[in-house]
Structure formats: structure tokens, C-alpha cells
């Protein structure tokens, strides 16, 4: 087994040409949909994230972007399918692998609205190191960790 290693600047971190980090942020994450508003739904009724743009670009395409509430860091890009390619990648675009990682506050509380939004629950919770985590779907497949990290 590797060793885990955690810091907010690891060793090998990009530096520029005067010898600084640079500062930088993944700001979106891309999921494939089938549908703008179907994914809307269920991410913002069905999870509670927030919508925080939805601007039409073309009689086809949106820019919509969710967030999950509290976060101040990456949204989630929905980003409807333009081709037979990008809807073979629907529901799953990891091969089958937990694709997206929701850290909670409050576990009990988030996994019980999983339940009561009759969101999918692949695996059950359990208590691992890290913390407690579930696995669950999201409407088109998705895995999902909902995970409470372990107080340090």
C-alpha cells in the first residue's frame, strides 16, 4: 500500500518562473446528461444544490451549472449530449467507478434525504478510516460517495 499523503502544498506543486505557486482551481466538473432539465430536477430538488446559471447558447445548448449548498468551490457543468459518442458516455463516464465525491457535515441527515428522495443506494454506509461513507446513484447511473470525514 502507497502511503496517503495530504497537504495544502505538496512537494512536486507547479511553480512559476519567479519561483511561487501558482494558484489554481478546478472550477468545473463536466457531467454528461440527457436532458437540462431532468438533471436540474433531480440535482437541485432531489440533492438540494443550487442552480447557479442556467444561460441558453444556441437553440440546443445551455450552460448550467449546480453546486452542492455550502460549497464555495466546483460546480458541476451539465452538459446535455450532442452525439451518439457523448450518450454512450451517460451514466457512466468512469466505467463503473465512483466518479464523484460529496462530503457532508452531517451524514445521518444526508443519507436519510438520499432515502426519502428515493435516490438509488448501491452500497449501504459503513465506517472506513476516512470516515463514514455510501455509495448511491444519481438518475442516470453515476456513482456517487457521500462520505463525513473522520474528525482529526
Known amino acids: 500500500m502507497g ?16 519561483n511561487s505557486f501558482l494558484n489554481q482551481h478546478i472550477a468545473h466538473i463536466a457531467l454528461v446528461v440527457d436532458d437540462y432539465d431532468d438533471a436540474i430536477e433531480f440535482y437541485t430538488n432531489k440533492l438540494h444544490f443550487t442552480l447557479m446559471e442556467d444561460t441558453v447558447l444556441s437553440a440546443s445548448k445551455r450552460w448550467v451549472r449546480v453546486q452542492p449548498p455550502g460549497s464555495a468551490g466546483t460546480c458541476l457543468l451539465l452538459a446535455k449530449a450532442a452525439n451518439e459518442e457523448q450518450r454512450t458516455r451517460i451514466g457512466n463516464q468512469t466505467g463503473g467507478r465512483v466518479f464523484l465525491f460529496l462530503y457532508t457535515d452531517d451524514f445521518e441527515r444526508d443519507y436519510q434525504n438520499l432515502l426519502d428522495q428515493g435516490i438509488n443506494i448501491v452500497r449501504k454506509p459503513s465506517r472506513e478510516p476516512y470516515g463514514t461513507v455510501a455509495v448511491f446513484a444519481d438518475l442516470y447511473g453515476n456513482l456517487w460517495d457521500l462520505i463525513e470525514q473522520e474528525a482529526r
Not at 499523503?5 to 518562473?17: L, R
Open 3 to 18: 502511503q496517503r499523503f495530504t497537504s495544502s502544498n505538496p512537494i512536486g506543486s507547479s511553480i512559476d518562473s519567479n
